[in-house]
């Protein structure tokens, strides 16, 4: 069964310095992934996705992320955080066209 | 494109009691999923709908949870004798099935809070 991983339940950054947000997935196939971000009490927004081709993928809002599939891998990454950028983060895998499996999330605080 | 609508967004009920949530999804989109969040935790599968058919449903949607989706447009979600461990947020999200690579759009969701 497919599983998503992340490892880092807080992570603080100051603002203006890079994030990474890390993601490790099990998928028995090749894996459609994605990053979705939830701001406190409210639904949960479309970072960006991969499906397949180049291994970067760029989002919304300044986000990258990479597919390594030798790690099991989509790192999501933004050169220079913001404190609007304060929020919690999910990756998700999906099987192509059914359900989405998440991970628990990491939360993100932006300390000024 | 006025995106996935979600209604009540907060609802506080009794133990026992039953409720009802909607889901409108984005309108040219033929797939509908629930998902239900709790606290400190990813969102988790419930159900979906391809139209109007119900083509899978996850252990955690019990006896006392039932989803329609009538003609293949909103969908409705119902928990009966509501327990306090049915408090959560529910999600719906819509996808467009037609498109090989589809991807799910989530509603601001419902906020339970059983007493």
């Known amino acids: 069964a497919q599983s998503v991983t992340q490892p880092d339940i807080h992570i603080t950054v100051s603002e203006g310095a890079s994030l990474e947000l890390r993601c490790n997935y099990s998928?028995?196939?090749?894996?459609?992934l994605f990053w979705y971000v939830q701001s406190p009490g409210q639904g949960l927004q479309l970072l960006l996705k991969?499906?397949?081709?180049?291994?970067l993928v760029q989002g919304i809002k300044g986000f990258e992320a990479e597919f390594k599939r030798s790690q099991s891998s989509f790192n999501l990454r933004k050169p220079s955080v913001h404190w609007s950028d304060a929020a919690e983060y999910f990756c998700?895998?999906?099987?192509?066209?059914?359900?989405?499996?998440f991970g628990t999330g990491t939360r993100l605080l932006v300390s000024p | 494109d006025t995106g996935v609508s979600q209604d009540p967004r907060h609802k506080i009920t009794k133990r026992g009691q039953n409720v009802t949530f909607r889901c409108d999804p984005i309108?040219?989109?033929?797939?509908l999923y629930w998902y239900r969040q709790t606290l400190g935790q990813g969102p988790e599968f419930l159900t979906y709908?391809?139209?109007?058919?119900?083509?899978?449903k996850s252990r955690l949607l019990s006896d006392r949870f039932s989803a329609e989706r009538p003609k293949g447009s909103f969908s409705t979600l119902e928990i009966q004798r509501t327990e306090q461990g049915d408090s959560a947020m529910y999600l719906c999200?819509?996808?467009?099935?037609?498109?090989?690579?589809?991807?799910?759009?989530f509603g601001p969701g419902t906020r339970l809070l059983v007493l």
């Open positions: 999200a819509s996808s467009n099935r037609t498109r090989l690579r589809e991807t799910q759009y």
């Open positions: 991969y499906f397949s081709g180049d291994t």
């Open positions: 709908f391809q139209n109007e058919a119900q083509l899978e």
């Open positions: 998928y028995g196939a090749t894996p459609y």
């Open positions: 309108s040219e989109h033929n797939r």
């Open positions: 998700a895998v999906g099987t192509g066209f059914q359900k989405l499996v």
